[in-house]
């Protein structure tokens, strides 16, 4: 074996930009948060042939002096922290003083600043081959230009890797994007190939921003997002988060700040995920831009030397903030946030639907999917979780054998007022509403109803035009909302097992069900440790009991071994009181009388994320006035 010894500092830094140094946007993106960390007001990039011949970054920032040149291309050489303490509360964008001395050894680099002391700016130039700094006098105004020329061009197998122009350009584009909404303070220019591709101002004003979040994101995201701003235990969350009708097919609308810096976080997303978790339609992912607030020494940001990576002190503290912030930002949602943004698409931009408002990559489901969901036997379009994993649904009317399920179902609707003609099994809806005159003081959200559309859809007039309710799909959202509420009201029943049932686990899922002991009783499940691998279930929530209760505490245990808690137990309830409340609620061809219509819609406006069904389908759509009239060429 050859004797150990030391690597060179050019191979230690070809190693070192491995990891730092993926791509042009890797490169782009250190050298925007050098000058952002700088104090820039003003950043300025140009690229050339997708990052592969030039990137130029251009600031008007503090400067670095003469004689710190040299040593700004040195490995593990920085400003920005200078002790322990400051690593674990570090509050820059940079602080390893890694970058330029990997971007140097991999590029050709030149370096130009000039401090407000100075009278004349100096240049400091290196070539990854010999990594020999050279310094010469330059003229530049007070901030800092860096050149990075032919980017691997003495490592060619890297440059091999990468894509396209325009896929490397799109790399750079995005991480320009995420700078600019990080920083609302500072101004960004883009070109590419001489071309001007992004020009941002300073955004100051609450306006500005949404300017520039309608620059970045698309307006159509603006005008269906809800602005959130909550404050606890030393933790702000703010920004933007999109109506749970302005989905994606994919997780390429989600932008995540932490002090500042974008971040990737599992723990973030599943917190996100599931305050979306009963309002978005299969196989979607929300749309966001959110920025935490929180102390520096409660995060470590030391995780990754890319820096998208932290850890929280207090994980579950963050989880829960941002979970209980978003689930109230989405239940207090109302139609007027949809009109809102409705109304503004409505003026030169495709129909807005407030149920589904032009959703964002335009895969919305077809509406004929939307009314056979309102036909008999009504059911998601793909199996839930509580019939995918924990064995099949109930159904009501054979082999549902949880007899008090159905109790407590019917005893929400005790008291409503079911016509002769409707079915056995269905609620009644609520007690009818008197029309209000037209004339009338206030016009509600919703307006007042009209008519009725084949026995599925309720014609309603409003302010902004007309607007059509799948009732079906109203009814859903409104008996599963009271269900919840009504069982949120009572204890959670645990039922005995009358022969417990014993669980092969690993040691450390028997240690975990040991010690969380009273968080799963809580759960309504009694679980004890029989053996160093054996766990004996002997008590299972009443209301699941009819599900698999083996699946079901593996499950809980995975969460709690991935994110310290579970809301397992919760989430497979919520889907059965969605079963129940889909069955029950009112079907198609039922005849409803107008005031029976206007008392949906009005208990619509009052109810919880009443923007869609259990499954995520929209339960209602806008035409505006100015829709129809383009329908009929009016106005030409």
Known sequence: MPPIQLL????????????????????????????????????????????????????????????????????????????????????????????????????RLTLTSRTAAQEAASRVEVEGRDMDARISPAAHPVGTTVEVRDLFFNTPARRKFLRTEKTEFNHVEECIRRQALSRFDAGFTLRHNQRVVQSLRPAESALDKERRIGSLCGQQFIDNAVVIDAEATGLRLWGWVALPTFSRSQADLQYFFVNGRVIRDRLVAHAVRQAYRDVLYNNRHPAFVLYLEVDP???????????????????????????????????????????RGAVAQSFGRETAVAGQPALADGQAPAPSAWAAHAGTNPAPAQPSGFQGQYGAAPQPQQDWRASDQMAFYNSLNAGGGVDSGAEASGPGLPEAAPTPPVDGDE???????????????????????????????????????????????????????????????SQKEAALAESHGEELQQLGLQIERIGPETLAVRQVPALLRGADSEQLVRDVLADLIEHGQSDRVDAVTNELLGT??????????????????????????????????????PTWTLVTLSELDKLFLRGR
Do not use: W
């Open 443 to 505: 016009e509600p959200p919703l307006g007042y109803a009209i008519a009725q559309l084949h026995g599925i859809y309720i014609l309603a007039q409003g302010r902004a035009g007309l607007i059509v309710v799948d009732m079906h799909a109203a009814h859903e959202r409104i008996t599963y909302e009271r269900m919840k509420r009504a069982l949120a009201e009572q204890d959670l029943k645990s039922q005995p097992l009358l022969v417990p049932l014993s669980l092969a686990v």
């Open 8 to 107: 060179s500092p050019r191979l230690a830094n070809q190693i070192a930009a491995g990891e730092v140094v993926e791509r042009p946007a890797s490169v782009v993106k250190e050298l925007v948060e050098n000058a952002l960390d700088a104090g820039a007001d003003r950043v300025d990039v140009e690229i050339e042939q997708g990052g592969v011949k030039l990137i130029r970054v251009r600031d008007d920032g503090s400067g670095i002096e003469e004689q710190d040149l040299p040593l700004a291309l040195s490995r593990h050489a920085t400003s920005k922290i200078s002790s322990l303490d400051d690593l674990e509360a570090v509050a820059s964008l940079g602080f390893r003083g890694e970058a330029l001395a990997s971007i140097s050894s991999v590029s």
């Open 297 to 339: 020494a409660s995060v470590d940001v030391n995780v990754h030397p890319t820096k998208h990576e932290v850890r929280f002190r207090d994980g579950r503290l963050v989880h829960d903030f941002i979970f209980r912030t978003l689930h109230k930002a989405l239940a207090d949602v109302r139609p007027d946030d949809h009109f």
């Open 580 to 617: 129940m409340a889909c069955h029950g609620s009112v079907r198609a061809n039922r005849q409803l009388t107008i005031p029976e219509m206007n008392s949906l819609l009005r208990d619509m406006e009052a109810t919880e994320r009443s923007g869609q069904c259990n499954h995520g389908r």
